[in-house]
Nanobody
Framework: QVQLVESGGGLVQAGGSLRLSCAAPGSIFSINAMGWYRQAPGNQRELVARITSGGFTNYANPVKGRFTISRDNAKKTVYLQMSSLKPEDTAVYYC??????????WGQGTQVTVSS
């Protein structure tokens, strides 16, 4: 069982920035793909950004150019730098770890609220 510990959520005004962190201290972190997902009330959970073990990244269209995913294998941590935040970015953000061959592990989620 891999435990993912998320932090960095909070309340921010539109146009502001936040950085989310997700630590996976018990995992063989460097070989795992890592991702950030979000779920707003009444909506399905959706991919925000993903980074492979090799550092390749992909982003959902609504966040391209505003969010940046990165990883520090030495710290076993993945980050999501969020800039130019919009009210529609308000959601619970979840971290996911995908080891080769699975299974997936999820964090507990962290709330991000963007006020207009």
């Amino acid at each position: 069982q891999v435990q993912l510990v998320e932090s960095g959520g909070g309340l921010v005004q539109a146009g502001g920035s936040l950085r989310l962190s997700c630590a996976a201290p018990g995992s063989i972190f460097s070989i795992n793909a890592m991702g950030w997902y979000r779920q707003a009330p009444g909506n399905q959970r959706e991919l925000v950004a993903r980074i492979t073990s090799g550092g390749f990244t992909n982003y959902a269209n609504p966040v391209k150019g505003r969010f940046t995913i990165s990883r520090d294998n030495a710290k076993k941590t993945v980050y999501l730098q969020m800039s130019s935040l919009k009210p529609e970015d308000t959601a619970v953000y979840y971290c996911k770890s995908t080891p080769p061959g699975g299974p997936d592990y999820w964090g507990q989620g962290t709330q991000v609220t963007v006020s207009s």
